[in-house]
């Protein structure tokens, strides 16, 4: 299968602390898999690492055969924005937008017209259940449900790959297997890789391929029967 996004060498220090000590990594498009490990492995820096929102101490990564490791900051910025999607545990929604607002904002940040920006944003929230709540603000809905709003912003603009930390770290465990059962649907329906970073085993065993990070090294990866 051929590699979507690549990770060779991949080193992160901290000090005198190695986050990653020489990390090999490869994504297939339309792959899903989890990273998994304890608390302090390197799972978050791993993935902060390969969506460029941290450059690595030494290693190269690529996207589609390209080198993206060696962009400057600004063309990292618009690489997230254009080509990778983001679902963090907390949500990181905006407070005083809407939740079609909300989704239509990364839409907006590439240049797109905003009654085409709003009219997608309303088509993924129906897409991830949330019809009728388009003009809810994130305090308005419940932890689960504003999940699914980043889950809609993280997919409108269709990047190639979806990262997820922790995204149902914030959440019980029915509404959490909900959630990524939704996220899975939507980078299904796009064909987007995704990542998903969790400390939970059993959210890790609903995604195909597992990758275990200890010490800031890979010990296993695992693809389900």
Same mark, same amino acid.
Request: hydrophobic content about 45%.
């Given at each position: 299968?051929?590699?979507?996004?690549?990770?060779?060498?991949?080193?992160?220090?901290?000090?005198?602390?190695?986050?990653?000590a020489g990390v090999d990594i490869d994504i297939a498009a339309?792959?899903?898999?989890?990273?998994?490990?304890?608390?302090?492995?390197?799972?978050?820096?791993?993935?902060?690492?390969?969506?460029?929102?941290?450059?690595?101490?030494?290693?190269?990564?690529?996207?589609?055969?390209?080198?993206?490791?060696?962009?400057?900051?600004?063309?990292?910025?618009?690489?997230?924005?254009?080509?990778?999607?983001?679902v963090f545990q907390s949500g990181m929604l905006v407070a005083?937008?809407?939740?079609?607002?909300?989704?239509?904002?990364?839409?907006?940040?590439?240049?797109?017209?905003?009654?085409?920006?709003?009219?997608?944003?309303?088509?993924?929230?129906?897409?991830?259940?949330?019809?009728?709540?388009?003009?809810?603000?994130?305090?308005?809905?419940?932890? =689960?449900? !504003?999940?699914?709003?980043?889950? #809609?912003?993280? *997919?409108?603009?269709?990047?190639?790959? $979806?990262? /997820?930390?922790? %995204?149902?770290?914030?959440?019980?465990?029915?509404?959490?297997?909900?959630?990524?059962?939704?996220?899975? =649907?939507? !980078?299904?329906?796009?064909?987007? #890789?995704?990542? *998903?970073?969790?400390?939970?085993?059993? $959210?890790? /065993?609903?995604? %195909?391929r597992t990758v275990a990070i200890r010490d800031g090294r890979?010990?296993?990866?695992?693809?389900?029967?």
């Amino acid at each position: 299968m051929t590699s979507l996004l690549s990770g060779r060498g991949l080193v992160k220090r901290y000090g005198d602390a190695y986050a990653l000590a020489g990390v090999d990594i490869d994504i297939a498009a339309g792959e899903m898999l989890a990273i998994v490990g304890p608390s302090g492995s390197g799972k978050t820096s791993l993935l902060h690492v390969l969506a460029g929102i941290l450059k690595c101490d030494e290693g190269a990564i690529t996207l589609g055969g390209q080198r993206i490791d060696q962009l400057s900051e600004t063309k990292r910025s618009e690489l997230r924005r254009s080509e990778f999607g983001f679902v963090f545990q907390s949500g990181m929604l905006v407070a005083e937008l809407t939740a079609e607002e909300n989704v239509a904002l990364p839409l907006l940040l590439g240049g797109r017209d905003r009654n085409m920006a709003v009219s997608t944003a309303r088509i993924w929230l129906d897409r991830v259940g949330l019809a009728g709540k388009e003009t809810r603000r994130p305090g308005e809905l419940s932890g =689960g449900e !504003a999940q699914r709003v980043a889950i #809609a912003r993280a *997919i409108a603009h269709r990047p190639k790959v $979806i990262f /997820a930390d922790e %995204p149902t770290g914030a959440l019980d465990t029915k509404t959490g297997r909900a959630t990524i059962s939704t996220l899975m =649907g939507a !980078a299904r329906e796009t064909g987007a #890789a995704l990542v *998903i970073v969790t400390h939970d085993r059993d $959210i890790a /065993a609903m995604v %195909p391929r597992t990758v275990a990070i200890r010490d800031g090294r890979i010990e296993q990866s695992v693809v389900a029967a």
